[in-house]
């Protein structure tokens, strides 16, 4: 079956440190990859996303580049800040035998910033 | 609205008691999910619909699992005779099309359900 491997935390890193989350998966198909962020309080919002191999997903600085000879899905921002203290989840999206695409997560990382 | 919401945020019950939870996805949505996200790991499938149809049910733990949408927006999950192990936060997504492969699904804020 599909999974997802994500690196695990605690992440602490000090304002303006260089972020890496290392994701792998394992699909049967062609999943689209997802990185979805949980503030503190708030629900999962998607952060960016990836349908097909050597796609690139952006958004508010950072980006992960879906690597489909290495199976990952890494996660990266060239200079965090203390508003991106949050739970980073990696997650696939598959079309299950039912029809219906379902996503299936990592474990999350906790990722906390120093001012 | 705006987002999807999610009723109650926090319930707690005690072991034997039947719960409900409550979604309300966007408006329009055709697709819904229900996840459960149990302490220190991410979200599990539960269930799908699309419209009033549950067309998925591989994700539910056990028959005293059920959840339903009759009218196609509100989705209700219903866990009888709770157990220890169904302490989780319960999530539910809303999304426009599930069967494209492609479409973004929309959280809600979750239920944290803590059974004594």
Same mark, same amino acid.
């Given at each position: 079956?599909?999974?997802?491997?994500?690196?695990?935390?605690?992440?602490?890193?000090?304002?303006?440190?260089?972020?890496?989350?290392?994701?792998?998966?394992?699909?049967?198909?062609?999943?689209?990859?997802?990185?979805?962020?949980?503030?503190?309080?708030?629900?999962?919002?998607?952060?960016?996303?990836?349908?097909?191999?050597? *796609?690139?997903?952006?958004?508010?600085?950072?980006?992960?580049?879906?690597?489909?000879?290495?199976?990952?899905?890494?996660?990266?921002?060239?200079?965090?800040?203390?508003? *991106?203290?949050?739970?980073?989840?990696?997650?696939?999206? *598959?079309?299950?035998?039912?029809?219906?695409?379902?996503?299936?997560?990592?474990?999350?990382?906790?990722?906390?910033?120093?001012? | 609205?705006?987002?999807?919401?999610?009723?109650?945020?926090?319930?707690?019950?005690?072991?034997?008691?039947?719960?409900?939870?409550?979604?309300?996805?966007?408006?329009?949505?055709? %697709?819904?999910?229900?996840?459960?996200?149990?302490?220190?790991?991410?979200?599990?499938?539960?269930?799908?619909?699309?419209?009033?149809?549950?067309?998925?049910?591989?994700?539910?733990?056990?028959?005293?699992?059920?959840?339903?949408?009759?009218?196609?927006?509100?989705?209700?999950?219903?866990?009888?005779?709770?157990?220890?192990?169904?302490?989780?936060?319960?999530?539910?997504? %809303? %999304?426009?099309?599930?069967?494209?492969?492609?479409?973004?699904?929309?959280?809600?804020?979750?239920?944290?359900?803590?059974?004594?």
């Amino acid at each position: 079956g599909n999974s997802v491997t994500q690196m695990e935390g605690p992440v602490t890193l000090s304002e303006e440190a260089f972020l890496t989350i290392n994701c792998t998966y394992t699909a049967t198909g062609y999943p689209s990859l997802f990185w979805y962020v949980q503030y503190p309080g708030e629900g999962l919002q998607l952060l960016l996303k990836a349908t097909k191999a050597d *796609d690139k997903g952006s958004n508010k600085g950072f980006e992960a580049t879906y690597r489909k000879e290495t199976t990952s899905f890494h996660l990266e921002k060239g200079s965090v800040q203390v508003s *991106d203290s949050a739970v980073y989840f990696c997650a696939l999206s *598959d079309v299950s035998n039912f029809g219906n695409e379902k996503l299936t997560f990592g474990t999350g990382t906790r990722l906390t910033i120093i001012p | 609205g705006a987002g999807v919401s999610q009723s109650p945020r926090y319930k707690v019950a005690k072991r034997g008691q039947d719960v409900a939870l409550r979604c309300d996805p966007i408006s329009g949505h055709v %697709s819904l999910f229900w996840y459960q996200q149990a302490l220190g790991q991410g979200p599990e499938f539960l269930t799908y619909f699309q419209n009033e149809a549950q067309l998925d049910k591989s994700g539910l733990p056990s028959d005293r699992f059920f959840a339903e949408r009759p009218e196609g927006s509100v989705s209700t999950l219903k866990i009888q005779r709770t157990q220890q192990e169904d302490s989780a936060v319960y999530l539910c997504a %809303s %999304s426009s099309d599930a069967t494209s492969g492609r479409n973004e699904q929309f959280f809600g804020p979750g239920t944290r359900l803590t059974v004594l």
